[in-house]
């Protein structure tokens, strides 16, 4: 039993740092299409 929530748990930081690390990827996708969204304006 003890083991089945340990695992859980561990599953659950896991989803949580890849979701993270998804998110700040989309966040400098999006940064790095304004910037040169802007250079190509000027």
Request: charged letters at 35%; aromatic letters at 4%; hydrophobic letters at 50%.
């Amino acid at each position: 039993m003890a083991s089945v929530e340990l695992e859980s748990r561990l599953a659950l930081m896991f989803d949580k740092v890849i979701g993270n690390r998804d998110r700040t990827k989309k966040m400098l996708i999006e940064k790095s299409t304004k910037v040169f969204n802007l250079m190509k304006l000027m």
